[in-house]
């Protein structure tokens, strides 16, 4: 077994404090919720490992005080968020809990490489035992399906992705697709109800496709399409889970319109940017139309004045000029894919291929 290293007591949960002489048990933790208050009356004949390392710690409870931070554990939801170590070790029962959330920081849950080597278990460090996770998962996700809140409902769910992420068992995979599915139609939106009920209706459903429920591919009165070995071959290429490949279908959508959003932006910049020094251009040439009005002789003849009437009106062309082309350029306005090819090619540098 591991060293242990109890957490400053400062840094324990607050739990409601119990006296010891009018309870007549007592929580060394000193958790009136304890497990340890109502142990000996559920299981009088499972006997508690003796423990000289953290159960010597004058605050610490195997039965409601994490192994892995000292903090105590929390019930809420059937206490999903703890898993208690019941291996029996010559006739006793470990009985130490840890959080969830403090084994998978400690690479003691989940998938491990390594000396420890965990798939979808969780490794207690107080006697070396390994527990199968899979089927607290599955407790997990029934867990869910009483509970109203969405974020709670979310953060359970995330904690079962990160014990089954990885795992090389073949029904660890299988529920980890369910729940990730599940937390992709919680996001969506997807009402409670209609997600655990789809959760219901994918076995049976997959379950009526192949079977006529005596064991024989079915439909039996389409027997004779089944015996065909191409068409069978054509039936079993399609996935059964639907509702996986109805998901795989949506991630692709939302990829496709995230590229769009993204293109569409890209274009957005690229015309801001152009309209922009175009305005700021013809902006400065008003400027310097008005100072060279302002330059003109006064009733006078001669060189010199023509020279600053052609000036002018040469500015004032090249106004005209300059506001026709942006004129042209406004026609992004209608799209990219709706502008002439001339227009984006010379004003925003974009070449269209046929």
Known sequence: ARAFFAAPPDERAEV???DPQSDGLACKAGNKKCNSLFAEAECPSLVPLPCDLCCNEPCFCRDCCCILCSKTIDLKHGGYSYIKCEAMLNGYICGHVAHLNCALRSYMAGTVGGSIGLDAEYYCRRCDAKTFLVPHVTTLLKTCESIDSRDEIEKILNIAVCILRGSQKSNAKGLLNRIESAIKELKCGTSLEDIWKVKETDTVMSTDIFHNGNGELGPTNHQDLVDDKSCLEVVLSVSSDYRSEYLKIECEIDQVLQSLRKAQESEYKIAEEQLCSQKV???HLYQQLEKERSELPDRSSGNEADASLTAVLNRVNQIKYEVMRLKE??????????????????YFGLEIED
């Open 281 to 283: 251009y013809l902006r």
């Open 329 to 346: 350029m406004e026609e992004v306005a209608n799209g990219f894919g709706r502008t002439p090819k001339g227009v984006l090619k010379e």
């Open 16 to 18: 409601l404090v119990s």
